[in-house]
């Protein structure tokens, strides 16, 4: 019997992650093109800008995690804006067993890859209903797009620290 089979291992917390709800707070879509009275065969070039947020609620162990997309389409010759699409899209979470270290990048990563199908469905389904064909979006690398964020606020730290 080897010495430490007898001892229990310390256990790691157990993590529990619900999503309790998912909506979407605000949404604004633009049909350029048809209000120009335009139409034909244009070929869009998409651009797709992605902004995260993250906040505690009131209510113990629950949090708000929310993709903040801004898409606009341009004719790729860019001499027409196609259609402006903004989509705040926000889950509400109720998360137990995260350090409080490890709970920042938790909302910034995991909520949102959560809620990103769901995000994905409503984009391709607004831009099909307005008209177009459906904006399929690329799966979003969230770790990525959080340490660019964080290499981005400490790089505004260095330079603030530099001007005073």
């Given at each position: 019997m080897a010495e430490n089979e007898g001892a229990a291992a310390p256990q790691a917390p157990q993590i529990k992650m619900n999503v309790l709800t998912q909506y979407?707070?605000?949404?604004?879509?633009?049909?350029?093109?048809?209000?120009?009275?335009?139409?034909?065969d244009v070929q869009p070039d998409v651009q797709v800008q992605v902004n995260l947020d993250a906040r505690k609620r009131a209510a113990d162990n629950q949090y708000e995690s929310s993709?903040?997309?801004?898409v606009t389409s341009k004719s790729k010759d860019g001499s027409a804006t196609l259609f402006v699409l903004e989509l705040d899209y926000v889950g509400i979470f109720q998360i137990e067993g995260i350090p409080d270290e490890q709970l920042h990048p938790f909302l910034l990563i995991e909520c949102p890859r959560m809620i990103f199908p769901f995000l994905r469905r409503i984009v391709s389904d607004v831009t099909r209903d307005g008209g177009f064909p459906p904006l399929n979006l690329e799966t979003i690398d969230f770790v990525s797009l959080y340490r660019n964020e964080i290499a981005r606020r400490q790089a505004e730290a260095g330079s603030q620290k530099l001007d005073a």
């Open positions: 979407i707070r605000d949404m604004s879509f633009e049909n350029i093109l048809a209000q120009k009275g335009a139409q034909g993709i903040k997309l801004n």
